[in-house]
């Protein structure tokens, strides 16, 4: 993950490691989905994985603000959109980017859940891989979802660097290549360094981690665009119905926000009572 962060500058020199990525999840989501229905529980038969029949409901209705929260992850990738339009041969085309990118993601995503939910219903566990078989093609699938990660990771925070960067002058104009090099090096050393050392030092970092994202991601991704955007144009520019739609928005992410902040509060207690994350 060091390598292709430090060696690596824009998002435009980093575009193959996210192809990658965008291919190692997609056969993730593939394979899970096609195992998931190929042994789901039957009478007849049924894996040791199962502990009896597993159970659905079409609706639980306090699962959904939580879900929410988590689902804003899904969303996590627009800190990235500002550099990847600059980056664009065609920026003009960056919309038609941004719905082909948020309609794979969301087909993923449903296509996990679905055949995951359907197979293992109230049984399901995260991560959903767990819940597999012992195959081969299993095993593939989660050696390649961590690589993934490895690949998937520094696209997140290439786009961070270099603002920062940018802020504090790393550019070969003021430094010349050399030092600019050094000290990008240097500093992105020391993030990912930091970023070892937070999730090696903290305890029950899961468990944590949904904490923080309870409170982040929902605000980031529901609360402030529609904040920003009001603000920008002004309450009587914009069209009635945007700013109903602007305030059903901002009160989906309010209520994910508090809700999915309390879920996050119980797991951790009961992490910290049972003594494992």
Not at 195 to 220: E, K, M, N, R, W
Request: charge should be neutral.
């Amino acid at each position: 993950m060091w390598v292709p962060f430090t060696a690596l500058k824009t998002l435009r020199e980093i575009t193959i490691s996210s192809m990658f990525g965008v291919l190692t999840a997609l056969f993730t989501v593939l394979v899970l989905a096609v195992t998931s229905l190929q042994h789901k529980y039957t009478d007849v038969y049924h894996g040791p994985e199962f502990d009896g029949a597993p159970t659905h409901e079409f609706i639980i209705g306090k699962g959904i603000p939580s879900a929410i929260a988590s689902i804003s992850f899904m969303y996590a990738g627009s800190v990235a959109f500002p550099h990847v339009e600059g980056n664009m041969r065609k920026p003009q085309q960056f919309g038609w980017m941004l719905f082909v990118a948020n309609t794979l993601v969301c087909g993923a995503y449903l296509l996990s859940s679905v055949t995951g939910y359907v197979a293992f219903g109230d049984q399901t566990v995260s991560p959903i891989l767990n819940n597999l078989p012992n195959l081969a093609i299993v095993n593939a699938a989660t050696i390649v979802i961590i690589v993934h990660c490895v690949f998937a990771l520094p696209v997140m925070l290439v786009s961070a660097s270099l603002e920062l960067e940018l802020a504090l002058g790393v550019m070969p104009g003021i430094l010349g290549k050399k030092k600019e090099l050094a000290w990008r090096v240097f500093m992105r050393t020391v993030t990912m360094g930091v970023l070892l050392g937070i999730s090696i030092a903290i305890p029950y970092f899961g468990q944590v981690i949904d904490l923080v994202s309870a409170i982040s991601t929902t605000v980031v991704f529901f609360m402030v665009p529609v904040f920003c955007y009001v603000k920008l144009l002004g309450w009587n520019r914009i069209p009635k119905y945007e700013l109903l739609l602007c305030g059903v928005l901002a009160a989906i992410g309010g209520v994910a926000c508090v809700w999915g902040l309390i879920d996050a509060i119980k797991s951790l207690q009961t992490a910290v009572q049972l003594g494992h994350g």
